[in-house]
Structure formats: structure tokens, C-alpha cells
């Protein structure tokens, strides 16, 4: 009977939980995650923006209750953050080391965080779980803070920049209410992982909903006065400076890894993992395996998207099990690609991305992930079937 400790419970550790559950009967799976529910973040730009859009219940979801159909000894969920990993012990700390459980085999599957969602001066805008179980207030004063800011200033073209600006420009337009946002985008064109005209269809809806876009310009700097709650935003090259009322960073994702040994991190503070996803120690042989995984968003597999996550999911399921039943032969490998496949809603009615090489329709963007930020399969992604 073996044990397995997963840290981390969102795309990528959900079904690894349940693919070990569903294979091995005398398994015993400890899953740990800082919040009863797993948020359903893919439909963030639009939760956060528009309350009404959906009801919590369909982005905010109860994780246990999808492990109900196995035998109670065979899981546990424990709701709480690991602190502490003791690799030669085997065990991990729990909570600020309140606790401390032990492993056979043990899943990193803690993923990442965005600035904005860690945010300690200002109100937090969480495009990601928290660390701890506030989703629902989070969630709700993010809401409010967007829905009563006049002028906003979004750092970051990317996916998550340009599908909140367009759904905080269509939520202002539908409520007759005045916005101001100002999208400030690094590179030549927004969204330059896209072809050419997929970036120029995506600033076209911008401005036709009147969202500024700033393009070969980064942010510097932003200060929020502490008497007003207002921003002060400053641009590279002339210094100029943007007034607005909430300014909300998206570039980047920040590794959840303030528990992982720093000899299983890379120079950016990711996971390496080999292709089996194998956690690899610094300094360690080659030959040495450790009874440690890991996947999805907290690897230095760098395509961070939910579908890969789930992908690695399934490979690390199937090796971790030929592990257990002591099964030799080949492992399975994980090769991230190099296709990008995206599709980016700009508001309700349109949008671009890129697909198979290919910029799809705007009308076809609606259809897959405009109309519902595909919330609809946030209750797969959790019940893993
Ligand atoms: C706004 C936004 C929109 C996105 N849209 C898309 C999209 O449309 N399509 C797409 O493919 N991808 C999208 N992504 C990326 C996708 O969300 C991630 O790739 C995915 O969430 C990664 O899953 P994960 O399970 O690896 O990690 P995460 O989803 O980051 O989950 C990690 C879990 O571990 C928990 N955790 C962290 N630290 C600890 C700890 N110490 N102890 C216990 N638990 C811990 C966290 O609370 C969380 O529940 C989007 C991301 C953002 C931010
Ligand atoms: C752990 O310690 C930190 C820093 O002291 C504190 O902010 C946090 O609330 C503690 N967490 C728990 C779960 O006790
Ligand atoms: C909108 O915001 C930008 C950036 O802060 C500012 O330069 C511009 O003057 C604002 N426009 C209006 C009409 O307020
Ligand atoms: C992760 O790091 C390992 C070890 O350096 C390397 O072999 C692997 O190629 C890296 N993964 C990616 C996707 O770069």
C-alpha cells in the first residue's frame, strides 16, 4: 500500500488524484490545496469584470465532493499549504510546520501565481487561486474595485490583458457606464504570439470598443498613493506617467515554490522535471530517482496552459502507477511542442487566437470561448471525467 502526497489541487493535480484512485484500489492519495474549491481561473478576465456574468457556484468548486465515489481510506483531503518538504525523511510540513505527513511517492503540482493575485498594498485582482480560502471575498472586492474605476491602466498584451480589456470595455458599454482603459503592450503589436493578423483583428476590437492600446511601451513603474487609492503609472523611454484609479499588471506568472527545496529549482525558481516528469535534484547522479513528480504550471515545461497541464497529468499518472506496481518497461515522455494553440475572446461577440497555424474567424472564437469563457467545462476539470 503506498502512499502519495499531491500538493496542489487545480488541472493538473486533480486528475492525477483520480487517475491513481481509479487504477490502484489499495492506494492511499493525500491531497492538499489551500482552498476547499478549485477556481475555474481560464473564465477570470470575464468573472472579474462582469458579476453578473456567472454564479460562484460555477467557477468556484467544491474539490472533495468529486472524491466521494472512492473508499474513504483510500483519500484525504487536506486543506491547508505545504511549507516544508523533507526529501531524505519523506514527509511534508504542513501550515507553518503544524503539521507533518508522510510520503512514498509525493506530486508537485503547486502551479503559479500572477503579481496581481499577490498584491499586499492594493486590492488584490485574482486571476489565480490564493494562498489560503478568501476566494469568494477576493473575487468579490476585485469586482467591485474594477467596476467603479473610471480610468484603468492594464499592464500586458498578452492573452489575459487583452480579454480583460475587452470584457471590462464591454461590461462598462452594456451597464452605460464611462471607462477609460489604456492597455500598455511591450512589444510592436498586442498579442505578438499570434500571426500578424491575428494581433491586428485583436486591436481592432479593442479600439473599436475605445480601449486605448500603447504599443513598444512597458510600464516601469507603478505607486499607488495611499490617501487617494490612486495610481501613478510610469512608461520606459520619456518617463511619462498615466493617472488612473486601478492599474492592474498581467505580465507574467510567478512559480508557487516558497516550500520547494532550492535544489529542485531552476535559475527562474520552476521545477526541473524530465520528461518522464521526474522532479531532477541539482547535484544529484543521474541514476539517483527520487520518489518525487511533478506537473503542470510549476514545471520548467514553459507552455504554463491548462490543457498542457492536464496532458502532464496524464503522463505522470501513468508513470507514477508503473512505479507503484513495481512494473519495469518504458515510461511514458512529455514533449511540450511548439504549437501554440489559443483562442482570445475580446468581449462577448468576437475575438481571434491561433489555431493548427491557422487565425480563426471571429465568429468562431465566439462560439468556442466567447459566449461562456468555456465555464462550462469547469465541472469536467474537477470530476475528471
Ligand atoms: C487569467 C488566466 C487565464 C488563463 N486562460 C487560459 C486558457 O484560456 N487556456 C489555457 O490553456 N490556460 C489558461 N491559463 C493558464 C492556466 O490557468 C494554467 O496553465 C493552469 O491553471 C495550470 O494548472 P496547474 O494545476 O499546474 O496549477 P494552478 O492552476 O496554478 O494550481 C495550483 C494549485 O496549487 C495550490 N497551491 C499553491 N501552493 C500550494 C502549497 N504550498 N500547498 C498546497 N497547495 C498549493 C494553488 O492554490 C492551486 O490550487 C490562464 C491563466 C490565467 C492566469
Ligand atoms: C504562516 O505564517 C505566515 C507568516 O508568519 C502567516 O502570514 C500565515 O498566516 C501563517 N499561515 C498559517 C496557515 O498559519
Ligand atoms: C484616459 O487615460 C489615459 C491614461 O491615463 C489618459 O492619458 C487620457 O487622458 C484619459 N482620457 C480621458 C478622456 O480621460
Ligand atoms: C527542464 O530542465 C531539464 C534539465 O535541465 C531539461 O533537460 C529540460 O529540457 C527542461 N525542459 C524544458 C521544456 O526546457
Redesign the pocket.
Known sequence: MSEVVI????????PIAHSLLKDIPSIKITL????PT??F?????RILAKRDAFKSEQYLLPIEKEFSRYPKKSFKFIQ????AIDVSAKTVS?DNNTRTISFDYLVI??????AS?IEKNATPIP?????SNNMKTLIHNAQDRINTAQNIVIGGAG??GV??AGEIAEAAQLAGRKVNITLVSASYRILPMLKPGGSMAAEKFLLAQGVNVLTSRKVTGAVQNPDSGKWTVTLDKDGSKLDADLYIP?TG?LP?N??IPVEFLDENGWVVVDKELRVKGRGRSKSASLPIFA????TNNSM??????QE??AVLASNLKADIQGRGGKRKAYDQGDKI???VPVGSTGGTGLIFGWTPWSAMVKMV?GKD??ISKAQAAVAAK
Do not use: C, H, W
Not at 486571476?127 to 494562498?131: D, P
Open positions: 500538493i496542489g489541487a487545480s488541472f493538473a493535480g486533480i492538499i490545496n489551500p482552498s478549485f477556481y481561473t481560464i473564465a477570470a478576465p491547508g499549504r505545504a511549507s504542513i503540482a503547486s502551479g503559479s501565481t500572477t493575485t486571476f489565480k487561486q490564493s494562498g492573452p489575459i480579454e480583460l498581467t506568472v508557487n516558497d516550500f506537473a503542470g504550471d510549476i504554463r496552459l491548462s490543457f498542457k497541464a502532464q497529468a494553440m489559443m483562442v470561448k469563457f468555456l
